[in-house]
């Protein structure tokens, strides 16, 4: 073997360099374990301990402290260690419409709706949306009369064309996603998350934010969404307002009385209940005049306002101060479309704004939150629509600790512009309330019994020491130039992420036992050499994972799993080459030098096929499935060089010490070496079984469809684990009930977890929307267990794996772009496979056999799924996961193609005189052993992955074993056959009537 110094230097130096990679994650563990052993199950004291440990030497001479060695670790997904992945988008319609000074220009405001609708189901950005609406609604319009504000007048004149507009707007907008993305790292430095990623997505203005073992995942999408736009308001007086609210409740009754106002969320007895749920909202001696209204409606029919909106009445009158009323939280929007009815939005002053309050109300010395917020009534004395003060001017906000009170405020301090304006706007508003609402929602309304001069203030309203910690942190870091709303979420409870671990780390390690074995059962001591290389193939894959800081998924491993089952493929390619040049006469020497060279041609073009769709499904996909693509690159570079020179090496200094060396036990030498099938004449009938599965599954595709997963439907799912058993029904009817509208129930793994989507509020983006559905949701299951838990370990998790142990949420346009990029990555690599063939193997019928095989698999794997979808006793959803596996179906499948391809191509050049077809058909037979060992050994894998790789990847697994067979049985039945049909050179094809 030449150059085999030179390898086998590489080879040690590669080995030292990951085994140093790994060494972080080894050191780390070793102090985590210690923390562990000292803290006897206190999470506090473990945490304490690991704290103290950041800064202090922790590796071998003292060469890195822990929190150094804790960075180069070998980073776990969110799936295998729990917390939280969001998507953020900003709003860049909110950022043209700043840019616009908020232009009430009708041909703007159409323009702008125009390209939201159009965003739902095209690729291209915002902007470029936005340009194509403008000119379809405004052909002749010009966006200079629109943008040409005081702001932008350097850069935007008259004469400036759309296009130069345009232009500007995209580099506004850009800079306005930059600074958000800065603003919300920032508060995600403060927030106190170990190893916390943030990034921006290419161009979409979305923003990923991973947030590795977060616990409260409400804390999170608070700190996130808010956009920290504080302002400072006057106030009305609830007794200025009593008039216009009693119209308000006739006007509302009399229009439900004509049917303009729908009954759907009150029902008959909610105005008792909320009556008396608020003992401050009795009837008093406004009695008579709020008892009736317009034409002697009652105040508390049924569709009427005070059925929802309690006014704050006392016996002794209205009373004081800026709170109207209070509301269920569940019925806040109600009352909002109820005050937002142009009707009754005329009876109010002009100048009145109606505003919710950031926390429910509490009660009781222990300050216990109830299901109840309050309304308050907000003055706007500015023109624009501006508060007279705003958090530009805040320069420092931190958490005091009143002790008086007992509780925990913000304090903040104001520069001198502020301090000014807010020592005149408390001078002007003595005795009267300010309201300070931070993104739209009150958080307290102090009462000001003198001017404040020196420009500090400070917020209070109940909070926790942590909330006001959040709150700080959000004001300090900035305000975002537009609002960012979660369009897709994941959350892994601790306990899920633990059992994915798990189940991970048992199918691998059965997985490669089985692996391990197989090869050596059938190859004898040369399967033994596999085995070493395998074993060095897998540690270069951590170690390279390692290096690189590539985040570890259970996909993820589920890749270096199935990279096992591949990497075999090599070897089995070299070993039954080999086989053949013994049984041709050769010397061992001569016979591996020659088999190793054979066979690198087939096993580079298999490889690099698989390799194109692992890049498309890297470059399309997005969180587990790029964990999934990572590993599978990784894995094919790692497992070529292991296979083609490890193996080699080991077989080279074997020779030079004349030690034996056997490819095959007695019952496996001559295996499958005598076959000769016709399979060239097989191929009619394949035709006809391929296509009737197909027909047939075409026809369930209309008929019954799919099972859609959340990823392309949009919804929010749930991963739900009862203490006991549940019937999918009757979890299902009660979710029904309490939603109102229908969800989806499947059992997810045992009889005591289930899956639930429900699209409730998908397109809300309120911040209580979460709460409002985890509240609904534990309603309606709770009483399923045996022993009911509380709320807060219900929604956690923490205490006890009973309750929500995952959720995700996908946006309706995210939905839409998952769709569009799961059409293109299929349709790219089907389209680059072809190009490949055709161009390797010198003819287009070749490319065309490869990627009618491949559609035909695919094909095939979606008649299946359609099929047997809510008939096999796990998920069978089609959502990314499943287009992941059909695009690595696609990867093995033309590596089994290629290989056969290949072969045919030696034989052609080889033996060019002899038939085509007893060309295709010798050299079909002659690498069945290579195809039955390699499906063989694969299907072990996944065998292994289905069967303990837990319920997460059941599905994923489930398709991979029908893809592998079926794109077996296309190598041999359709991509040979079919290019055999297509080549019409009578020359080379003497027999085509056979």
């Known amino acids: ?126 902007i470029t949306l936005f340009s194509k609406a403008y000119a379809q609604v405004a052909p002749n319009g ?188 569940s019925d806040t929007a109600k009352v909002n479309r109820f005050l937002a009815m142009p009707a009754v939005k005329a009876l109010f002053p002009r100048d009145l704004a109606l505003m919710w309050s950031v926390k429910p109300i509490v009660t009781g010395p222990n300050k216990v939150e109830t299901d109840r917020i309050e309304l308050y009534a907000i003055k706007i004395t500015g023109r624009d629509g501006k508060a007279p003060l705003d958090g530009s001017v805040i320069v420092d906000a931190s958490k005091q600790f009143d002790e008086k009170q007992g509780s925990v405020e913000v304090s903040m301090r104001m520069n001198a512009e502020g301090a000014k304006t807010w020592a005149r706007l408390t001078g002007d508003n003595v005795g009267k309330q300010i309201a300070i609402v931070l993104d739209g929602l009150v958080y307290s309304a102090p009462r000001v019994n003198q001017a404040i001069e020196g420009g500090s203030s400070s917020i209070s309203g109940n909070f926790t020491t942590q909330e006001a910690d959040d709150l700080a942190n959000v004001l300090n870091s900035g305000k975002l130039p537009a609002s960012a709303k979660i369009v897709q979420e994941e959350v892994v409870g601790p306990s899920l992420g633990q059992e994915s671990i798990n189940a991970g780390l048992s199918s691998f390690v059965i997985a490669f036992v089985l692996v391990l074995v197989y090869m050596w059962m059938f190859y004898n001591k040369a399967g033994m050499v596999a085995n070493i290389a395998l074993v060095g193939n897998v540690f270069l894959i951590f170690g390279v994972l390692a290096s690189f800081k590539a985040v570890l998924t259970l996909p993820g491993i589920a890749g270096i799993v199935l990279t096992m089952g591949m990497a075999v493929d090599a070897n089995v390619i070299i070993y039954e080459r080999i086989k053949e040049e013994l049984k041709a006469g050769k010397g061992l020497g001569l016979a591996l030098a020659d088999g190793y060279k054979h066979a690198l041609t087939a096993i580079i073009d298999g490889q690099l096929t698989t390799l194109i769709t692992a890049l498309v499904l890297f470059v399309f996909g997005s969180g587990p499935v790029q964990g999934f693509a990572t590993t599978l690159i990784i894995g094919i570079l790692t497992s070529l060089f292991t296979a083609i020179f490890i193996s080699r090496i080991i077989f080279t200094k074997m020779l030079d010490k004349n030690r034996k060396i056997t490819f095959f036990h007695h019952w496996s030498e001559n295996f499958l070496a005598k076959a000769n099938f016709n399979f060239i004449g097989f191929r009619k009938y394949a035709y006809i079984f391929s296509i009737s599965v197909i027909t047939i599954g075409a026809i369930s595709w209309v008929v019954k469809g799919f099972s859609y997963g959340v990823d392309f439907t949009g919804g929010r799912t749930y991963t739900v684990r009862f203490d006991q058993p549940v019937k999918t029904n009757e979890v299902r009817s009660a979710l029904d009930k309490e939603f109102g509208e229908s969800s989806e129930v499947k059992q997810f793994g045992p009889a005591s977890q289930v899956k639930i989507t429900t699209k409730y509020l998908i397109k809300s983006n309120a911040p209580t929307v979460d709460s409002i559905i985890n509240t609904k949701i534990y309603k309606a299951v709770n009483g399923f267990n045996k022993v009911p838990v509380s709320y807060g370990d219900f929604v956690t998790t923490t205490r006890t794996p009973i309750g929500i142990l995952s959720s995700a949420v996908v946006g309706p346009t995210v939905a839409d772009d998952i769709k569009i990029g799961a059409v293109i990555s299929v349709i790219l690599s089907l389209i680059a496979i072809f190009i490949y063939i055709a161009i390797r193997f010198k003819k287009w019928q070749w490319g065309l056999g490869g990627m009618v095989s491949l559609f035909h698999d695919t094909m095939f794997v979606l008649a299946f799924y359609s099929l047997f979808s809510n008939i096999m006793p796990f998920t069978m959803d089609v959502d990314m996961t499943f287009i992941a596996a059909l695009l690595t179906i696609i990867g093995y499948s033309i590596n089994d193609t290629v290989i056969i391809f290949d072969r045919i191509r030696e034989y052609r050049r080889d033996h060019p005189k002899r038939d085509l077809k007893v060309n295709i058909n010798l050299a079909i037979n002659s690498t069945l052993a290579r195809t039955v060992n390699t499906a063989g050994s694969t299907l072990i894998v996944l065998i292994a992955i289905f069967i303990f790789g837990g319920d997460v990847i059941r599905g994923f697994a489930f398709a991979l074993i029908v893809g592998i067979l079926i794109g077996t049985f296309s190598s041999v039945f359709v991509a040979t056959p079919v290019a055999y049909d297509m080549i019409n050179d009578g020359d080379e094809q003497k027999n085509i009537g056979e």
Do not use: W
């Not at 504000?149 to 008259?158: A, C, D, R, S, V």
């Open 142 to 329: 010009k966006l200079s009369k629109v943008f040409g504000t005081y702001g932008l007048k350097e850069q935007i004149t008259p004469e400036s064309t759309n296009e130069q507009v345009i232009s500007v707007l995209r580099k506004q907008t850009d800079g306005a996603i930059a600074n958000s993305f800065n603003v919300l790292r920032n508060r995600i430095d403060r927030f106190g998350v170990v190893q916390p990623n943030i990034q921006r997505l290419g161009n979409t203005g979305r923003i990923l934010v991973e947030l590795p073992g977060v616990k409260d995942p409400s804390r999170v999408r608070k700190l996130l969404q808010g956009t920290a736009n504080l302002q400072f308001f006057e106030t009305y007086e609830l007794s200025q307002l009593v008039q216009p609210l009693v119209a308000a409740n006739a006007k509302v009754a009399e229009l439900a009385k004509g049917g303009v106002v729908a009954v759907d969320t009150v029902k008959k007895d909610d105005s008792t209940k909320v009556a008396a749920a608020e003992p401050a909202a009795k009837p008093s001696t406004l009695k008579k005049e709020l008892g009736k209204g317009k034409e002697g409606t009652s105040v508390k029919s049924e569709q009427s306002l005070f059925s929802v909106l309690v006014p704050y009445i006392s016996d002794q009158g209205v009373m004081p101060g800026s709170i109207v009323g209070s509301a269920r939280i």
């Open 1 to 126: 073997m030449q150059n085999r110094g030179a390898i086998s230097f590489i080879a040690i130096v590669l080995a030292i360099a990951c085994l140093y990679q790994l060494s972080f994650t080894f050191v780390a563990n070793r102090v985590e374990k210690k923390a562990e052993e000292y803290a006897k199950g206190d999470q506090q004291k473990m945490s304490n301990y690991l704290d103290s440990m950041k800064n202090q030497p922790a590796y071998p001479f003292n060469l890195y402290t822990y929190q150094e060695c804790k960075d180069r670790e070998i980073n776990l997904g969110l799936d295998l260690k729990g917390g939280m992945n969001v998507t953020l988008e900003v709003s860049v319609a909110e950022i043209l419409k700043s840019l616009s000074n908020h232009s009430v220009d009708t041909s703007f405001n159409k323009a702008l709706d125009l390209a939201t609708q159009m965003q739902a189901s095209s690729k291209d950005d915002f």
